[in-house]
Every structure is written in C-alpha cells, then in structure tokens.
C-alpha cells in the first residue's frame, strides 16, 4: 500500500485532515505508477545527472552540519541471482561519495 500520511500532515491519523489512517493499493499497478518516475530519472541517468549504483551497501549517511553530504560503504560481489530471492551479502570492496543531492533507496 501507498500511505498517503503527506495529506494528514504527520506520520499519524490525529490533527487536521482525516479522522482515520487512509493509503491506496497499488497491487498489480505499482509499475503504472512508477513509471512516470522511472522515465525522468532514466532520461536523467542518460544526461550523466544520475548515476545507479546497485549492489553497494550504505553503513554511513555523511553530513557535514544538519546537511547530508553523502554516503560511504560495502561494494557487494556480484551476483545472478534473480529477483526476489536472498543473494550474497559478501563484501568486494568499499566505497564513499559525496554529491549534491544523496537518494537512499533500498529493496527488500
């Protein structure tokens, strides 16, 4: 389900807004709805504005006062495991970046 927690204003029910916990099944048209965001990142992506970086596990979020600044952390090894099933937490390596804007986004 999609919480549609931004229209109460909070994490909860209480206050303005609706008087009861509201979200909306996505179920079998989750890849509609994301599709309008896939397509500006893709095109993004192909401007050289984003950059994917998967298998990599964040350990650390940086800041540098109350700013995020960045991430640094494990390069997974590869794998061909297919998604949806556990694959390799093995570590090849490390990492750190640093960039304007930082994207967390985790599967799971």
Do not use: M, Y
């Not at 807004?17 to 979200?23: A, E, Q």
């Not at 800041?63 to 099933?85: A, I, K, M, Q, Y």
């Amino acid at each position: 389900p999609v919480v549609g927690w931004a229209e109460r204003g909070g994490g909860n029910a209480v206050g303005h807004g609706n008087s009861v916990p509201r979200f909306h099944v996505t179920w079998g048209t989750g890849p509609g709805v994301l599709e309008p965001f896939v397509l500006r990142v893709r095109e993004a992506q192909k401007r050289g504005l984003v950059q994917f970086r998967f298998r990599h596990r964040v350990n650390e979020i940086i800041r540098t006062g109350d700013t995020v600044t960045g991430v640094r952390g494990d390069v997974l090894e590869p794998s061909s495991v297919e998604r949806g099933h556990k694959s390799s937490r093995a570590v090849a390596g490390e990492f750190e970046l640093s960039a304007q804007a930082v994207i967390v986004a985790s599967g799971g």
